[in-house]
T-cell receptor, first 113, second 116 residues
């Protein structure tokens, strides 16, 4: 069955720390991969996406993610977080170009000023 | 371009009452979705539509009905609200052809529903 796993449900970091949020999916076929972010009290917005080409993709606000096909992973990274990065982050693969996304449970990130 | 809009933003219902949530998009998207978001559970798909006049069940459809009479609108109905339907409801839309954007979904601001 197709599934997605986000390893950390809650992450607390200090400002300027480096961030890596894990995302693994279980599917051997073609995938498109998304990270969405939800700032407190706001709706979900796209952070970055991968669907072809360079497996290292860059998104908004200094975020990047690397698609490693052999590991079925699409981890989100940021070298130096800011207080404004406090939000919930969702990994959502789409498998076989299906229009549906499979949503991870989300990771709540809290940045201490 | 308003994108995806939802009305209302907040609503409080008593058990057994009914209501309809409206989603509208102005991007000419074929696909539209209704999700509910509950703490620690991510987003769960309630119903979706692949075009005007079509609807299909998602992961958690029980207790909800939907209609897509116009391409730009997707309505979510609760016929007899229950406390278990207390949640935040998000509408989303996406293109018919996944190739250009890789199935990116565009979200509305959400409706916070409380059922007492």
């Amino acid at each position: 069955a197709q599934s997605v796993s986000q390893h950390n449900h809650h992450v607390i970091l200090s400002e300027a720390a480096s961030l890596e949020l894990g995302c693994n999916y279980s599917y051997g076929g073609t995938v498109n991969l998304f990270w969405y972010v939800q700032y407190p009290g706001q709706h979900l917005q796209l952070l970055l996406k991968y669907f072809s080409g360079d497996p290292l993709v860059k998104g908004i606000k200094g975020f990047e993610a690397e698609f490693i096909k052999s590991k079925f992973s699409f981890n989100l990274r940021k070298p130096s977080v800011q207080w404004s990065d406090t939000a919930e982050y969702f990994c959502a693969p789409s498998m076989d170009s299906n229009y549906q996304l499979i949503w991870g449970a989300g990771t709540k990130l809290i940045i201490k000023p | 371009n308003a994108g995806v809009t939802q009305t209302p933003k907040f609503r409080v219902l008593k058990t057994g009452q009914s209501m309809t949530l409206l989603c509208a998009q102005d991007m000419n998207h074929e696909y539209m979705y209704w999700y509910r978001q509950d703490p620690g559970m991510g987003l769960r798909l309630i119903h979706y539509s692949v075009g005007e006049g079509t609807t299909a069940k998602g992961e958690v459809p029980d207790g909800y009905n939907v209609s897509r009479l116009k391409k730009q609108n997707f309505l979510l109905g609760l016929e007899s609200a229950a406390p278990s339907q207390t949640s935040v409801y998000f509408c989303a839309s996406s293109y018919l052809d996944p190739t250009p954007s890789g199935n990116e979904q565009f979200f509305g601001p959400g409706t916070r529903l409380t059922v007492l």
